[in-house]
């Protein structure tokens, strides 16, 4: 389990619930380590100031994120977390590895419009 606040997603039905039933949503898959914490805590951040996004977390080595794992989005990657933004259903952008406020803000205000 990851110990964040974020809405945890522990299956690919519930995966597909969310991104279906929610227009903007940021998942950020990974684990409780030095690359993921730093981008939970971001996204723990910004759940007020973007009230418009849905922000979820989901653990790498659950044999369910192979929803996550299998995106051709995501091929090549070589760091965790991976973090998937989804419009309607659909990825719009996927980035890998520790990223910072900014670079999460920017793809937010990019993909899904400013609050």
Known sequence: ???TNLHHIE???DHADIINGNENVMVICGRMGPMCIPVYG???ELEEEYPHIKFCDMEF???EAYVIRNLPEVRGF???PFTIYYKNGKVV???SSIQTREQVT???DEKF???
């Open 61 to 63: 080595d659950n044999p």
């Open 42 to 44: 971001i996204a723990e």
């Open 1 to 3: 389990m990851l110990y």
């Open 106 to 108: 920017a793809i937010l």
């Open 11 to 13: 299956t690919a039905e």
């Open 93 to 95: 952008k996927a980035t």
């Open 113 to 115: 419009g400013k609050n």
């Open 78 to 80: 070589m760091g965790i």
